[in-house]
């Protein structure tokens, strides 16, 4: 009996301890379902099926790509707050117009396009023979104009001589003038005083006749010596055509210059160094005065940068300027600003705006800025005018 109770308390044992399990289990599943239902985003299924939580890496990853590129950002920003740039930049430089002064056919020609050329160089020679023509024509007026006024001088010293000989002679054809009227006078008054039987008619008639014509001479003697008395007024009227024919050389030797500057202008020669550009002249082309024969670009480099007002609050003369080219890679210049135009771009324009209509719309205005080159240009790199360009410009 004692084994056969002992097999019963055993099996009741295994039942109770199958049944406990049962319930932990069934509990244990009841905690694991609440704890789905409340967290299930923290969960992932396996490939089995069963849940597993979700990694923060990714969370992390990008909590710190957004620190770095914060971090980042301030540098770049800290590193850039002393500097503006913009590329609406170009190069700029002189140019010259050349034009022919005077008129004729190209008989040479000594350039072509993009020819690069020196100072004084020989460009071209225009026909000069009708030049060579007007400068002989110019000389012999000149030599004519010089003597005539080598005789007016040598007038001048005969008047000077003369003239006051003249009155001389007047003053002594009135004396002598005067005596023959007291001598005519003299023998009229005999005449006519005596007894009528004692002379003649013939001589009474001949003294009256005598006496006037000797008062008729010495008014005239008086006459010559008035007019031999403007010594001062002839001399001047002499001296006058001295200096009219003086004149006639100065006009004669200003024509002569003349002459041989337009025979220079047969020969057009460069101003300045520079680049030959836009040529239209071609050799036996005829010329007229004034028209343009081609450009010429001048070595003279610098850059016109149009930054925004925005940009010009801390912006002066003598700020260092970086300067990159687009048309080479890798091409770097050093500048400074060397002036700041007092008026934006569309001020000055063919047509400004007119903002007092009633229509006015804000726009932000560019003002053009000239750069300086310093350093860093290359002869084997040249810079063509109107090259797009990058500058930065440091505040001090």
Do not use: C
Not at 329 to 357: C, D, M, W
């Amino acid at each position: 009996m004692s084994l056969e109770q002992d097999d019963s308390n055993r099996l009741d044992q295994a039942r109770n301890s199958g049944n406990g399990e049962h319930a932990e289990n069934k509990k244990q599943g009841e905690a694991d379902e609440k704890t789905d239902d409340k967290e299930p985003e923290n969960q992932d299924l396996d490939k089995d099926g069963s849940k597993t939580p979700r990694s923060k890496k990714p969370l992390i990853i990008i909590v710190i790509v957004v620190v770095l590129l914060a971090v980042i950002g301030f540098f770049v920003w800290f590193a850039h707050r002393n500097q503006v740039s913009t590329d609406d930049a170009y190069t700029d430089g002189n140019v010259v117009s050349m034009v022919p002064k005077i008129s004729g056919y190209v008989v040479e020609l000594y350039v072509d396009d993009n020819s690069r050329v020196r100072k004084g160089d020989l460009l071209l020679r225009i026909d000069s023979r009708d030049y060579l023509i007007a400068k002989e024509q110019a000389v012999a007026q000149l030599a004519q104009a010089k003597a005539q006024h080598r005789s007016s001088q040598n007038a001048l010293r005969v008047a000077r001589v003369q003239y006051p000989a003249q009155l001389e002679s007047a003053k002594a054809q009135q004396q002598a003038a005067a005596a023959t009227l007291a001598q005519a006078q003299a023998a009229y008054s005999r005449q006519h005083e005596v007894d009528p039987r004692a002379t003649t008619q013939d001589v009474i008639d001949a003294s009256t006749s005598q006496q006037l014509s000797s008062s008729a001479n010495l008014k005239s003697a008086k006459a010559q010596v008035t007019i031999a008395s403007l010594i001062p007024e002839q001399l001047q009227q002499v001296g006058s055509s001295v200096d009219e024919r003086s004149a006639s050389v100065q006009l004669a030797q200003a024509q002569l210059d003349q002459a041989n500057l337009n025979l220079s202008y047969t020969e057009v020669r460069s101003p300045s160094d520079g680049f030959i550009t836009k040529r239209s002249v071609q050799l036996g082309t005829f010329l007229a005065a004034g028209d343009v024969m081609f450009l010429l670009v001048t070595p003279d480099i610098w850059i016109t940068a149009n930054f925004k007002e925005s940009q010009m609050g801390r912006m002066r003369p003598g700020d260092a300027v970086d300067i990159r080219v687009d048309a080479y890679s890798g091409y770097k210049l050093k500048g400074h600003v060397q002036s700041i135009q007092y008026g934006s771009g569309a001020r000055f324009s063919a047509f400004p705006a007119e903002n007092a209509t009633g229509n006015f719309v804000k726009i932000v205005q560019r003002v053009p800025v000239k750069i300086v080159i310093d350093r860093g240009l290359d002869a084997n790199a040249p810079l063509p005018l109107g090259l797009s360009v990058s500058p930065i410009v440091h505040f001090k």
